[in-house]
């Protein structure tokens, strides 16, 4: 049978670096399909997980996409994902070194052309964003996190031998248009400007980060109460009140302790420095 999925998009990097942003502006492509983090599927039989980890983050349990969803034993993820889509291309923002490494060997002696982005973010607006989320966490290990986790994805995108590029989540936000015509390039695929208003577009992914979705939610007035899209209380106030558009999120410059700052900095600062964002 002839293979519907003709290419795999693997984004990498460190949480809280823009990932779901990135995934939902190019799964607005007309090709595209963003499945959030596939890596969720795997709770999809496991009803003792919460059921934001196993359930569309727009829909809810009534998607159309994974509402009856299971996980085939005789075709690869991707492939089947472009089945049920109808889309040749398939997004993945798994972050998860050895879920990438699994998936790219599982699809490697396909048609399937793989790519992989790299979203990169300053280290202190992770480290900020983790700790809005999780404050009770420690901060030393929070910051040894994300170093470990940044080697990780180094490495990976070193071993890749595919096409790869690293995109700054910064340039992102401040330019998408720019920087969403040059990833374009990259996938071969034709640029479409209605691409950046993502918040348009239909939506089916797995995980990812609740703002953003959120703003989809509510830019297409769905019913929040049937989504399993919830905002914590510390970002309720910015994401209720943010602009539908793209804007960069620079809250870590305020937000940050001078002190949780100068410790990052001590111990990150120099892995940081591809990453630092001073404009």
């Not at 790519?115 to 992770?126: E, K, M, T, W, Y």
């Not at 490495?155 to 595919?162: A, I, R, V």
């Not at 980060?209 to 989809?216: A, D, E, H, P, V």
């Amino acid at each position: 049978m002839t293979r519907i999925n003709k290419k795999a998009v693997f984004i990498c990097g460190a949480g809280h670096s823009g990932s779901t942003l990135l995934g939902m502006i190019l799964g607005s492509h007309q090709d595209c399909f963003y499945c959030g983090e596939a890596n969720k599927t795997r709770f999809f039989q496991d009803l003792q997980k919460p059921e934001i980890k196993r359930t569309c983050k727009i829909c809810g349990r009534n998607c159309p996409v994974w509402g009856d969803f299971v996980v085939s034993d005789r075709l690869d993820l991707y492939e089947q994902l472009s089945r049920q889509t109808g889309k040749a291309i398939v997004i993945d923002s798994t972050k998860e070194i050895k879920w990438i490494t699994e998936k790219i060997a599982a699809i490697e002696n396909t048609n399937t052309q793989m790519f992989l982005l790299f979203i990169q973010r300053d280290g202190r607006a992770v480290i900020n964003s983790r700790l809005r989320k999780y404050p009770e966490e420690d901060v030393d290990k929070i910051i040894n996190n994300w170093v470990n986790k940044i080697q990780q994805t180094q490495k990976l995108y070193e071993d890749f031998s595919g096409k790869k590029i690293k995109v700054k989540y910064e340039k992102l936000a401040s330019n998408p248009a720019a920087v969403t015509r040059r990833l374009c390039d990259f996938l071969e695929i034709e640029y479409q400007p209605e691409m950046v208003e993502y918040y348009r577009h239909e939506h089916h992914p797995l995980g990812g980060n609740s703002g953003t979705q959120f703003l989809i939610a509510k830019a297409q007035k769905k019913n929040l109460d049937e989504s399993v899209v919830k905002i914590s209380e510390n970002s309720r106030d910015y994401y209720q009140n943010h602009d539908l558009g793209i804007s960069l999120d620079l809250r870590w410059r305020e937000e940050l302790d001078p002190s949780t700052e100068r410790l990052f900095v001590e111990i990150a600062g120099e892995i940081n420095e591809e990453f630092k964002w001073e404009a």
